[in-house]
């Protein structure tokens, strides 16, 4: 599986401790394999992905903050398309 958030999937983009989960980071349904198609993945340890207090599946801010990164990097990487047309939401906070 490919990002475009980071070249290095072996490890947590967190804490750089060895990567054991893949977050989708926009997520659901059919978003999930949008962000597969578009590379908008991130891998995590478990305790930065579902477990810890500042897990991206619990805590709103970290949630906030990777959908909004995502955003500005598919702006960047995929010109050609619209990123609130794709994923149907602006994350960027503007």
Known sequence: MESIITDRMDE???CHRPAEEIHHII???ANRDLSDKFGLVIPLCAYHH???PYAAHKNKAANEYL???AQRRF???WKDYDFIQV???DYSNE
């Open 12 to 14: 947590c983009f967190v």
């Open 87 to 89: 994923f149907g939401k």
């Open 27 to 29: 997520f659901g349904t």
């Open 67 to 69: 959908k909004a990164l």
């Open 50 to 52: 579902r477990i810890g």
């Open 75 to 77: 702006k960047e990487v």
